[in-house]
């Protein structure tokens, strides 16, 4: 079948940086993204990747390897509104997104 | 970015009564859009995939005949919950894909339903 794993809570203090992974089996692939979700909103778009390597826009980053079926995403200089559940999600072959349950972040002063 | 709108933002209403919900993408077409179903402290769920001019597909468990879908139009699908139940009380999110992007999916707001 087909499993996203992400961390059901992480824990990180304002102005640190925090890693989020996300691991997935999935029936083909077409890209790995990351959404923000802030608390009875809709999700934002953060990143996409779907060849190996890191991409950055600004304090986030995504990380991807295809042969490891695993991402992370990385958020530096934490600030409190980055206080959020943080989504990971694989587009399939037949470009269906996969979601993970999803990271709640718990950013602390 | 590309602008997804759902309508309304929010409804309450008693149960048996049906209630529709709207999405909208405002500045491009969507050839396909995705309604989800999300409750409290839980992920998306990924509901049924509307295609413009075609009928929806369903997710596994998700009744068609409770909720119905159309997608008349590029920039327009339809979700109606039909006598809904306290059950059916979540928070309604659509989305659509661009298809000049990356597959990118924009999301609409998000509906919040309680059925009392």
């Known amino acids: 079948g087909q499993n996203i794993d992400q961390p059901t809570e992480m824990t990180a203090t304002e102005g640190a940086i925090v890693q989020i992974n996300c691991t997935y089996q999935?029936?083909?692939?077409?890209?790995l993204f990351w959404y923000q979700q802030h608390a009875g909103e809709a999700p934002t778009f953060l990143s996409y990747n779907v060849l190996d390597g890191l991409e950055e826009k600004g304090r986030f980053s995504s990380f991807l390897s295809r042969s490891k079926g695993y991402s992370y995403l990385l958020l530096k200089e934490l600030q409190m509104k980055d206080s959020a559940s943080y989504l990971c999600a694989v587009m399939d072959s037949n470009y269906q997104l996969i979601w993970g349950a999803g990271t709640k972040l718990i950013i602390k002063p | 970015g590309a602008v997804v709108s759902q309508h309304p933002s929010r409804v309450i209403c008693k149960s048996g009564t049906s209630v529709k919900i709207e999405c909208r993408s405002l500045d491009f077409q969507a050839t396909t859009m995705f309604w989800y179903r999300q409750f409290p402290k839980q992920s998306l769920m990924l509901m049924a995939t509307s295609n413009e001019g075609s009928k929806a597909t369903y997710e596994q468990g998700v009744e068609k005949d409770k909720f119905l879908i159309n997608h008349a139009s590029l920039t327009l699908s339809t979700l109606t919950v039909t006598s809904a139940h306290p059950e059916d009380s979540s928070f309604y999110i659509c989305s659509a894909i661009r298809r000049d992007g990356y597959n990118e999916q924009f999301f609409g707001p998000g509906t919040r339903l309680t059925v009392l």
């Open positions: 999935t029936s083909g692939f077409n890209g």
